[in-house]
């Protein structure tokens, strides 16, 4: 994923400047269905993807789908259920901001 755009920019200088780097595809650790085969899309809110990596911190799985509907949520829950953290994050949109919704998923820390 190439970002063009000066807010996808700020946002990932500001992101990188708190250790964060950006990879442009989810690893097999990933929250699809199948993580055996990371590349597929498993869920229909599955667009955009990328992951975002800190040294320190649980890896960040980024979904920016352009619109989200109910079974969405439902997918989501279970992902939740399932021991994983999600958010959805409007002001942190890299791939298209103000079109797309960043939904961010990593591992619950305890």
């Known amino acids: 994923m190439k970002i063009t755009n000066s807010l996808g920019v700020n946002r990932m200088q500001g992101l990188a400047e708190s250790g964060y780097w950006k ?11 199948d993580p055996r085969y990371p590349d597929q899309i498993g869920h229909r809110w599955e667009d955009h993807l990328y992951m975002l ?8 799985y980024v979904s ?10 439902g997918e989501m829950a279970k992902l939740v259920e399932e021991g994983w953290d999600v958010r959805i994050r409007p002001h942190k949109s890299l791939w298209n901001p103000g079109s797309t919704i ?7 820390v305890d």
């Open 102 to 108: 960043p939904i961010w998923i990593s591992r619950e």
């Open 64 to 73: 920016e789908p352009y619109a989200l509907g109910g079974d969405d949520f």
């Open 53 to 60: 990596k800190h040294p320190e911190l649980p890896t960040i």
């Open 23 to 33: 990879e442009d595809y989810w690893d097999k650790g990933c929250p699809s269905p």
